[in-house]
């Protein structure tokens, strides 16, 4: 057994997100001879609120190290866990190095800022590294060409940091091939000799059985009113907000054409806020009462936690994605959605993996965009009136389809296979 270790800002009881790739990977890795050691911030010291529930879903004798983290009290001067954990992470690693505990050292970002890190360790101890990117890291968000901008500033650091970081990496790692795309290209000689690999979050019905166990109640909606209660959760990207505006221009049309069916439906968004922990930062319901359809729609813009959220998708009667107008975006969301045993209702670019699983997987219904191209609200009300009235939803089926393909399991296998060949010098073809 080799032993890699994975650097994550958060992991549970963080909430976010992006913690979770590490902890899915670490449930299965040594089943395919890697020994995870995860090495993350310190719970004490997340801004967002946790959910001690989560470390239920942790794998048994799991060594996790939390780093020493600076806190954002009594002086908030960065948020980021990325730069408040990044000495501490070093460290760590370097301790293990030190020790001969490690035979790799692999980054999940964000953090992007703890992406260095890798890089850092090797120079010193000659320790292979690698970088997963669960999302791109210099990206042209709107606001970047505004100088003296925070967005202005971040996408200039990352501009430079990133070609530093990535350097004598030996695996490059992905949700999907559009994450590294344009850093591949940038850095042709990453491209040239870094192994690389793409896997979705992937899911396991272990998270959906700890949900079912705990038997919370649901507080967005009751399930047993009569309403349709579809829900959509997660953080809404920008290049999104033309998503939903599609979405919503659609709830109008329907609305407008199919009375009856538009009072029985009830979206709920939760976590689409401006922050994650910002009770008031509604972005949905303001588009929503512009297009008169405030009363199918409600909002919670805060985030809940995860088990919280699985209870609420496997309690609904269906469960919306809204996807970006980029191509390469693909939704973590999909995976867990795929499992939750409920229909799926999409929006995502034509081009984005995650719509041949969700078609394959015969979960639900998908819209397909683009960039150049958005649907006609007419369009998205009739597929959702067809999706609404379509009772041939079989989640055993669904399950079935997906099979190991989208599982954990599998994004663990192909992660083992990969890091085989990083640590053995064995380049992409």
């Known amino acids: 057994m080799k032993t890699v270790a994975l650097v994550s800002g958060h992991f549970p009881p963080s909430n976010l997100v992006g913690a979770h790739r590490a902890r899915l ?9 890697w020994t995870p050691i995860v090495v993350t911030g310190d719970p004490a010291k997340y801004e967002e609120r946790p959910d001690p529930d989560l470390e239920r879903l942790v794998a048994p004798h799991l060594r996790v190290i939390h780093a020493s983290t600076f806190s954002t009290r009594p002086l908030r001067l960065v948020g980021d866990i990325g ?9 760590v690693l370097a301790a293990l190095a030190a020790r001969r505990e490690i035979d790799f050292v692999l980054v999940t970002i964000p953090s992007n800022f703890l992406a260095p890190v890798g890089r850092l360790i090797h120079r010193r101890y000659g320790v292979p590294f690698g970088i997963d990117y669960q999302d791109p890291w210099v990206n042209r968000w709107p606001g970047v060409e505004q100088p003296l901008t925070k967005a202005w500033f971040s996408y200039r650091l990352a ?21 590294v795309a344009g850093m591949l290209e940038r850095n042709p000689e990453v491209a040239g000799k870094a192994v690389q690999a793409f896997m979705p979050m992937g899911s396991t019905s272990e998270d959906f059985d700890a949900a079912r166990s705990l038997d919370r109640p649901t507080f967005l909606f009751q399930p047993a ?20 505006d599609v979405f919503l221009g659609g709830l109008a049309e329907l609305q407008r054409t199919a009375p009856e069916l538009a009072a029985r439906l009830r979206v709920h968004f939760v976590g689409t806020g401006t922050s994650p922990d910002d009770p008031q930062g509604h972005r949905v319901i303001p588009r929503a009462q ?31 994605i809204l996807g970006s107008t980029e191509r390469h975006y693909t939704p973590s969301k999909v995976f867990q959605s795929i499992q939750s ?36 609200p007419v369009t998205v009300a009739r597929e959702l009136r067809t999706f609404i009235e379509d009772s041939s939803y079989d989640p055993d089926a669904v399950e079935t389809l997906a099979g190991d393909a989208l599982s954990a399991r599998a994004s663990a296998r192909a992660l083992a296979v990969a890091l085989d060949r990083a640590s053995s010098g064995k380049a992409s073809p």
């Open 159 to 179: 501009g430079m940091l990133e070609p530093w970081s990535v350097r004598d990496a030996t695996l490059i790692t992905a949700m999907a091939p559009g994450y």
């Open 290 to 320: 512009a297009l008169g359809v405030a009363a199918m729609v409600t909002e919670h813009p805060h985030r809940i936690g995860y088990l919280d959220t699985l209870n609420h998708l496997g309690k609904s009667s269906a469960v919306l």
């Open 25 to 33: 990977w670490s449930r299965y890795l040594p089943e395919f001879g």
């Open 225 to 244: 009113d009569g309403h349709f209660h579809m829900i959509y959760a997660g953080a809404l990207l920008p290049a999104g907000l033309d998503v939903l």
């Open 83 to 91: 730069v408040r954990a990044f000495v501490g992470c070093y460290r």
């Open 341 to 376: 045993r409920r229909p799926i209702f999409a929006m995502l670019h034509a081009e984005s993996s995650a719509v041949e699983m969700i078609r394959s997987a015969r979960a639900g219904r998908v819209v397909s965009l683009s960039q150049a191209f958005l649907p006609e």
